[in-house]
């Protein structure tokens, strides 16, 4: 039976054989896609390309900060400079991870990420986890980011996937929310009071 079967196999492997042979020639002879043009280098607020540039413009503007460029992920952070904290009397810097940060790439499918996590004082961040959740944001996590603080600081981390200005614009919005912005009646959120409303 494998005696009738043999040049079957055989034919087969041959054709298989000379179609891996063809697909390889085909590939070796296509022309070579040109470099992408001006990509980022890596690092730390390096120079961002002309390309990448225009593409993160716009999270650039409408969070009203810049950020920086590393390894195709582009990275903006809020500082809480209105924040004086202390742990134990102890004061902590703002350089000791006092901020909002935003981390945005993009997906293979087309859309924008973003995963990052928001700092905000304990009663800033049911209103800041409501704007994100109407935006389509996914609240990952809530927690104390110190023990023994004063005032209290919560972490709420998040990620989301969307186009660029609804992620960015959900984001903007949950600012508002923190610090001095919380206060301010011209960027209330419409249709949420103020804390001296509730």
């Not at 990052?116 to 961040?125: C, H, K, R």
């Not at 389509?136 to 990620?159: E, H, N, W």
């Amino acid at each position: 039976m494998i005696r009738r079967r043999l040049p079957l196999i055989v034919a087969a492997v041959t054709g298989l054989a000379a179609a891996i042979v063809l697909v390889s020639t085909l590939r070796a002879e296509a022309p070579k896609p040109a470099p992408a043009a001006s990509a980022a280098p890596a690092g730390d607020g390096a120079e961002i390309g002309v390309l990448e540039a225009e593409r993160w413009k716009l999270f650039t503007d409408i969070l009203g900060r810049p950020g920086t460029l590393n390894d195709h992920v582009y990275t903006i952070t809020v500082p809480r400079d209105d924040l004086d904290v202390s742990i134990e009397g102890g004061p902590v810097p703002v350089e000791a991870g006092l901020a909002s940060t935003f981390h945005f790439y993009l997906c293979d499918c087309g859309k924008v990420n973003v995963v990052g996590q928001f700092t905000v004082l304990d009663f800033e961040a049911n209103d800041v986890i409501d704007e994100l959740r109407e935006g389509m944001i996914k609240v990952v996590a809530v927690s104390p980011m110190f023990l023994g603080d004063r005032p209290r600081i919560t972490s709420v981390r998040f990620q989301g996937e969307g186009g660029g200005r609804q992620l960015t614009s959900t984001l903007k919005a949950a600012l508002e929310w923190t610090g001095e912005a919380r206060n301010a009646p011209s960027t209330r959120p419409v249709g949420k009071p103020a804390d001296s409303e509730r």
